[in-house]
């Protein structure tokens, strides 16, 4: 094999070609100054990969400096052509075909002397562009085409991705042919991988220890080279360590960063103005639990578990942070059944001072939180449309609105009272009079807003609650028939002293009693005493008694 060097291009007489030590590149320039390896060849010229026979070398040429005439006596030079004007020699030919000595030292001392005397006597050339001695790279023994348009295509799909993705690089992110360290049985030690390797770059939530992409290419044969074109999506890929088993290598000879090059993880870039919508929170801790924030309408209800502002929600690429002069408020909220349909049909929606109620978006999972951006000095919260009411819950601290539907809102709504007595009662009408002593059962009692049965009726105030309590008698005169007091005979006396009326709210001839308390309440004593006076007969309990009623607070 010939060493390395420029020698004349197979293809253009006019032009030499860099020959690397084992196959021919893309480097070219043109021949009007030889190439010390073209000069000193002493060997067969290398073969064209693509199997043309080599071409052969030219004589080094050395001009002069145009229309000067040689000296009286001076010998021609070889391979130098002759003056205009000056008369040949006799049987000399133009051309000199005699290679020099091939000694470096005095050959690379001839032809730069030479190139400067002539630059300095003809004033005409004030640079020269030499072509940049890249390292070889093959694809599966194939030299590669235009390996730097290869990389710059990637680059720009690179770039493109970084911008889609908020990402993060710099002038230092480039992409690389991957070299294997160890090469496969076969292969050549020009080789490459078949995929490109970029960065560094960084995306939202990454880790500055995987900072580079592979890009895959696709490879055609064109023109006896591999025609690499890098895929244009990278939808699916992400970020990685350079394995120890490459090394990465360019055309231009720039090597990789340190590290990162510089890069930190980006942050996550803002979210839309006035956003909702339901995400898992991602990096950001969860915001503190709450208790008792609960609305409970007639059809169906809501508990905001727990609430508080955040910094950032979601993510790597869904990953957002609050928008400019607004807040974000994350809370997780839990569906509750109604107080009487149950059948869901309230609307349950999110507020901010100043702008209409917007409903609540969708859940999809339990991992999932309610994320709001608003002004910092906006009131938000929680709405509950249901039944003729409209509840609502202060964001992000839970508190009741003043509207709420109090009792709804308790965990502890019902007592057991488990109690019978006896009720002495004096009967006087126009006939005479009679003593019987009525047997009373009070089984339990029951806090609510809508009462069981009777869901027309409800407290004046969504302040209050319906206390009843299920109390009936019998008498011994009547056998297998049960009763009802009549609202005149029983009071509910509260802890301040207070009594308050019952009120019977069933239908003509039937008796179902019920109390108009506050929706706080706890204890209270159920009495049954007085008169009252039913057709001609007047009815007194001779005797007061009384039921307690405890239902535990909260």
């Excluded at 990637?154 to 480039?174: F, I, P």
Aim: glycine letters at 10%; aromatic letters at 6%; one cysteine or more.
């Amino acid at each position: 094999m010939a060493e390395a060097g420029w020698y004349p291009d197979p293809q253009d007489p006019n032009a030499l070609q860099f020959w690397d030590g084992q196959r021919w590149t893309a480097n070219r320039q043109p021949a009007t100054f030889a190439a010390p390896h073209a000069a000193r060849q002493q060997h067969e010229p290398p073969r064209q990969p693509w199997g043309g026979q080599p071409t052969q070398a030219l004589p080094p040429v050395v001009p002069t400096t145009p229309g000067r005439p040689q000296a009286p006596g001076q010998p021609q030079a070889p391979g130098q052509p002759q003056a205009p004007g000056q008369p040949q020699s006799p049987g000399q030919p133009q051309w000199s075909a005699p290679p020099p000595p091939p000694v470096r030292g005095r050959l690379r001392l001839w032809f730069a002397g030479g190139l400067v005397a002539v630059l300095v006597a003809a004033g005409l050339i004030t640079w020269l562009v030499w072509p940049s001695q890249t390292t070889a790279l093959t694809y599966q023994g194939t030299t590669i085409a235009a390996p730097g348009t290869v990389l710059q295509s990637a680059e720009s799909t690179v770039k493109k991705l970084v911008a889609d993705r908020h990402g993060a690089m710099n002038e230092q992110s480039r992409c690389y042919f991957s070299k294997p360290t160890k090469r496969p049985s076969g292969a050549r030690k020009t080789d490459v991988d078949d995929h490109l390797t970029c960065g560094p770059v960084l995306f939202v939530d990454g880790d500055p220890a995987n900072a580079y992409l592979a890009v895959p290419f696709r490879s055609e044969n064109a023109g006896g080279k591999a025609q690499l074109t890098p895929t244009d999506s990278l939808a699916d890929v992400e970020p990685a360590a350079v394995p120890d088993s490459v090394t990465l290598v360019r055309p231009d000879g720039k090597s990789t960063p340190s590290g990162t090059g510089g890069l930190s993880v980006p942050k996550p870039p803002a979210a839309d103005k006035d956003v909702l919508t339901a995400a898992q929170l991602g990096e950001t801790s969860p915001p503190p639990a709450l208790e008792g924030a609960t609305m409970i309408g007639r059809s169906s209800g809501v508990t905001v578990l727990a609430a508080g502002s955040i910094d950032r929600y979601g993510s790597g690429d869904d990953a957002r942070s609050a928008p400019a002069g607004e807040q974000l408020i994350a809370f997780k909220v839990r569906t509750e059944s109604g107080d009487v349909d149950k059948n869901g049909s309230a609307t349950v929606s999110v507020a901010v001072a100043g702008s209409a109620p917007r409903p609540l978006p969708r859940i999809s999972g339990p991992d999932d939180y309610v994320v709001v951006a608003a002004p910092t000095s906006a009131a938000v919260s929680l709405q509950l449309a249901d039944g003729g009411f409209t509840q609502e819950l202060s964001l992000p601290d839970g508190k009741p609105g003043a509207g709420n539907i109090a009792v709804l809102a308790r965990k502890h709504r019902t007592a057991t009272i488990g109690k019978k007595v006896d009720v002495p009662v004096h009967l006087r009408g126009a006939d005479g009079s009679a003593d019987v002593t009525f047997h009373a059962s009070a089984a339990i009692a029951s806090l609510d807003f809508w009462v069981p049965n009777h869901t027309d009726r409800h407290p004046a105030s969504a302040a209050n609650a319906m206390l009843s309590v299920d109390l009936d008698y019998t008498d011994p005169h009547s056998p297998g028939h049960t009763y009802g007091f009549d609202p005149q005979l029983l009071k509910l006396r509260l802890p301040d002293g207070k009594l308050v009326a019952a009120h019977n709210i069933a239908a003509a001839g039937k008796i179902f009693n019920v109390f108009e308390v506050p929706a706080d309440f706890t204890s209270g004593t159920l009495q049954v005493a007085g008169s009252e006076t039913v057709g001609s007969v007047t009815l007194t309990i001779t005797h007061a008694v009384g039921f307690a009623i405890a239902i535990p607070a909260g």
